[in-house]
């Protein structure tokens, strides 16, 4: 079983996510596509949340309605160096988030960031956000990289107050953006 790990504080302060976590014992924890214990429980998840196709579109549009996890886990999670984090709140899914590990390359791409429609608005997508920096200046790498659909706004906005950057659109017209560790703004 794989340890659960709470932001540090350093990270909560700056959000003011403390009282969120503590109050609420919302705890993020990493999760891997080879434990099958963890897989059953992120299948059922997944077909629970993707039974809307706007979400599934939002999340994966390369994916095609109905959601099919053989696919998901197929398409995205054959690779190497992927990880993979959820946050639960009393043993509830509530978040998912999957970072891809470019090694040779220096940077990590965030992909597949989805909040359970209950929780949206309440700073969730930040915190996993947040991970996804954490990680990346931990593990000393310079860039992360992500994908949104550009009609999706509240995402975009999410991204920029981090201080991501629009960098150009791939060939099925999401916007891809960049984040610079190395720019003293993004520090």
């Known amino acids: 079983m794989l340890p659960e790990f709470i932001i540090n504080l350093r990270e909560l302060y700056s959000f003011n996510y403390l009282n969120l976590f503590m109050e609420n014992g919302i705890t993020i924890k990493q999760v891997s596509y080879n434990n099958e214990k963890q897989v059953r429980v992120l299948k059922a998840c997944l077909e629970t949340w993707f039974k809307n196709p706007k979400d599934l579109n939002l999340t994966a549009p390369q994916m095609t309605y109905p959601f099919n996890f053989?696919?998901?886990?197929?398409?995205?999670?054959?690779?190497?160096?992927?990880?993979?984090?959820?946050?639960?709140?009393?043993?509830?899914?509530?978040?998912?988030?999957?970072l891809q590990l470019q090694l040779q390359n220096d940077f990590i791409h965030l992909f597949h960031l989805f909040i359970d429609r209950s929780f949206r608005g309440k700073g969730i997508s930040k915190i996993l956000t947040q991970k996804a920096i954490s990680f990346a200046r931990e593990e000393n790498f310079h860039t992360i990289t992500l994908f949104v659909n550009p009609n999706n706004q509240i995402a975009i906005k999410l991204y920029e107050s981090f201080g991501f950057t629009e960098i150009g659109y791939n060939k099925t017209g999401s916007m891809k953006m960049l984040l610079n560790l190395k720019n003293p703004k993004n520090r």
């Open 70 to 98: 053989n696919r998901w886990v197929a398409d995205s999670y054959s690779k190497q160096n992927t990880l993979t984090y959820i946050l639960k709140k009393d043993d509830w899914i509530i978040g998912y988030m999957s």
